[in-house]
């Protein structure tokens, strides 16, 4: 069985500081890893994803995350975020399915 | 071009009709999923096809009856609706039936039932 955790259902931060969003895994099988993200009334979109190799993955729009396989976790970074990150963040777990962590919102503030 | 495209975008109805969502991708992926969003933001699947074959159906009320006339397509009728089952219902699609591929989503259907 998978599962997700997100650590953080909010994350408030200021324009250009940094921001790490959580994320732990339980995996009986290969790990894939996701980081999805949602803007309002919208679909899912992926950042970034983790199958094998560097455990350093590195998505669109300046995010980055890091699989460490000895604490399960895959947290999301930015060093510097804009008004325009703030949305929900999904952690994903994948083998023949996709499970999803319950989101984190990113609110940036001016 | 959208890649996953659900049609409608808001369905409101009232309870106990008989509703259906369509879904196609131009993808060309083989898999294709329905996830359902819940008010909390929650998302679980609800079932999967790959290649018109169903491969994955979890604990869904019987109501909820997945169809797929080729695997461009996949549809969702639900019977006799319920308040419950207000959500976001998400189609999404993968070139195989193996998360590492990563899932394309649709922009979602938003179903509210009073």
């Known amino acids: 069985a998978q599962s997700v955790t997100q650590l953080d259902s909010q994350v408030p931060v200021f324009e250009e500081a940094p921001v790490e969003l959580r994320c732990n895994y339980s995996s009986s099988v290969s790990v894939y890893l996701f980081w999805y993200v949602q803007y309002p009334n919208q679909g899912l979109q992926l950042l970034l994803k983790?199958?094998?190799?560097?455990?350093l993955v590195k998505g669109i729009n300046g995010f980055e995350a890091e699989f460490n396989k000895s604490q399960t976790s895959f947290h999301l970074r930015k060093p510097s975020v804009h008004i325009s990150d703030t949305a929900e963040y999904f952690c994903a777990v994948g083998g023949n399915k996709l499970v999803f962590g319950a989101g984190t919102i990113l609110r940036v503030k001016s | 071009d959208t890649a996953v495209s659900q049609t409608p975008k808001y369905l409101v109805t009232q309870m106990g009709n008989d509703k259906s969502i369509k879904c196609e991708q131009n993808l060309g992926h083989d898999t294709m999923y329905w996830y359902k969003q819940d008010s909390k933001k929650f998302l679980k699947i609800m079932f999967s096809y790959n290649n018109k074959e169903l491969i994955i159906n979890e604990t869904v009320p019987n109501r909820f009856s997945p169809k797929s006339p080729d695997k461009a397509h996949l549809n969702l009728h639900i019977n006799s609706l319920e308040l419950g089952d207000s959500a976001v219902y998400f189609c999404?699609?993968?070139?195989?039936?193996?998360?590492?591929?990563?899932?394309?989503f649709g922009s979602g259907t938003r179903l509210t039932v009073v």
């Open positions: 983790y199958l094998s190799g560097s455990t």
């Open positions: 999404a699609s993968s070139q195989e039936a193996r998360a590492g591929y990563g899932y394309t």
